[in-house]
């Protein structure tokens, strides 16, 4: 997994849990049913989903973030493991979770660890990039680093028919998915650079700091025409949400 910056993240990226608002309103989390946030990051919405009376267990693959979701809520309980491989004892009545698992590309382990984790009727309720997400943004990055950028993708954006089939396979019932185009405004005239910066580390690794900032900006320079209108950068993102029960 590439490192997370958590004090960046909370910084000048709150839209990504902002927008999660309304994934917990889908979910309806009640007092006393059990819970899983994964990929829970800096812990925002695992908060918001406790203090339904849920109890909720976050969890993340980076110490990073999981140490500043601990100093953010030190009465919740946070789970340092991976998306692809987590195992826990006692079942939950839900997993949910939000701009995590399109980070995941062992996508099958994945799933077969959340329908793992559900006692039977156990609901999954996720949001995560879909089939198409930043596709003028993965286009600069193939322009501006040639053909290194695909295989440095960190992600994984699948279409409904991939991903629901990827849920039945592994006894999970859909009952809802949809794909959808979510403009997301970022704030500044750095806007762009502040979120290659935060999410595109892997792109960089072999370059130094200055190489790294020289790459960003051509990149924003490259991204500007079609991504910046009227002094606000508008990144070309598209969510996958889905709703499924475990069977069984
Ligand atoms: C964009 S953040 C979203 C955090 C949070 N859900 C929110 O809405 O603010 C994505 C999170 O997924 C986590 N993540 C990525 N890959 C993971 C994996 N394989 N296992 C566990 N967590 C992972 C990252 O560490 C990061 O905290």
Redesign the pocket.
Same mark, same amino acid.
């Given at each position: 997994?590439s490192a997370?910056n958590a004090e960046q993240?909370e910084g000048r990226?709150s839209y +990504?849990?902002q927008f !999660?608002g309304s994934l917990v309103e889908l979910l309806q989390p009640r007092s006393g049913e059990r819970i899983l946030? %994964? !990929?829970? !990051?800096?812990g925002? %919405?695992t908060a918001e989903i406790a203090a339904s009376g849920a109890q909720v267990v976050g %969890? #993340? !693959? &980076?110490p990073e973030?999981l140490g500043q979701a601990r100093q953010n809520y030190p009465n919740l309980k946070f789970v340092l $493991? #991976? $998306? $692809?491989s987590f195992r826990f004892e006692e079942s939950f009545d839900a997993v949910f &979770?939000?701009?995590?698992l399109h980070? +995941?590309k062992n996508a099958e382990a $994945?799933v077969q660890s959340i329908a793992a984790a559900l006692r039977p009727g156990g609901r999954f309720i996720a949001e995560f990039g879909g089939k198409g997400n930043i596709r003028l943004i993965l286009a600069a990055l193939e322009t501006v680093l040639g053909a290194t950028a695909e295989e440095r993708c960190p992600w994984w954006f699948p279409g409904i028919g991939e991903y629901a089939s990827l849920l039945e396979q592994h006894g999970l019932e859909v009952r809802q998915a949809s794909l959808f185009d979510r403009p997301t405004p970022i704030e500044g005239e750095r806007g762009m650079e502040d979120w290659i910066e935060m999410?595109c580390g892997t792109y960089f690794r072999d370059l130094d700091a200055n190489g790294a900032k020289e790459k960003v900006r051509e990149l924003a320079a490259h991204l500007r025409q079609e991504l910046f209108r009227d002094g606000v950068w508008i990144l070309d993102y598209r969510r996958l949400r889905v709703v499924a029960v475990a069977v069984g």
């Open positions: 997994m997370w993240y990226h +990504v849990w !999660g946030d %994964l !990929g829970c !990051g800096t925002q %919405l %969890l #993340d !693959g &980076s973030m $493991a #991976d $998306a $692809a &979770s939000n701009a995590a980070w +995941v $994945a999410f």
